[in-house]
Nanobody, 124 residues
Framework: QVLLVESGGGLVQAGGSLRLSCICTGRSLSGYVIGWFRQAPGKEREFVAR????????DYEDSVKGRFTISRDNSKNTAYLQMNSLKPEDTALYYCAATLSASATRLLTDWDNWGQGTQVTVSS
């Protein structure tokens, strides 16, 4: 089991950028597949991005492709989500997730370690 703690959220104007961080403690992050999810008010939690253990296997939800970049620094036990060209519809609580399963998909049930979330608010 790992403990995930997100940070970096905040209030930003449309078109701006934020970088979210997810610090992993308890075990080495290098063995985990990393994911970012988000939940807007009144909506279900949804997949945003996924990064494999090796760092080269990425998957992005269509609406964030070309704007968001998921990355990891295993030496710092930290994962990141760089978010550029932010839009008001990106407003949500953003969660970091991790799993040992290399076959984890976009389904929430595939992920067994979750952070508490960091709020991102994009004003128009």
């Amino acid at each position: 089991q790992v403990l995930l703690v997100e940070s970096g959220g905040g209030l930003v104007q449309a078109g701006g950028s934020l970088r979210l961080s997810c610090i992993c403690t308890g075990r080495s992050l290098s063995g985990y597949v990393i994911g970012w999810f988000r939940q807007a008010p009144g909506k279900e939690r949804e997949f945003v991005a996924r990064l494999g253990r090796g760092g080269g296997d990425t998957d992005y939800e269509d609406s964030v492709k070309g704007r968001f970049t998921i990355s990891r620094d295993n030496s710092k036990n930290t994962a990141y989500l760089q978010m550029n060209s932010l839009k008001p519809e990106d407003t949500a609580l953003y969660y970091c997730a991790a799993t040992l399963s290399a076959s984890a998909t976009r389904l929430l049930t595939d992920w067994d370690n979750w952070g508490q979330g960091t709020q991102v608010t994009v004003s128009s």
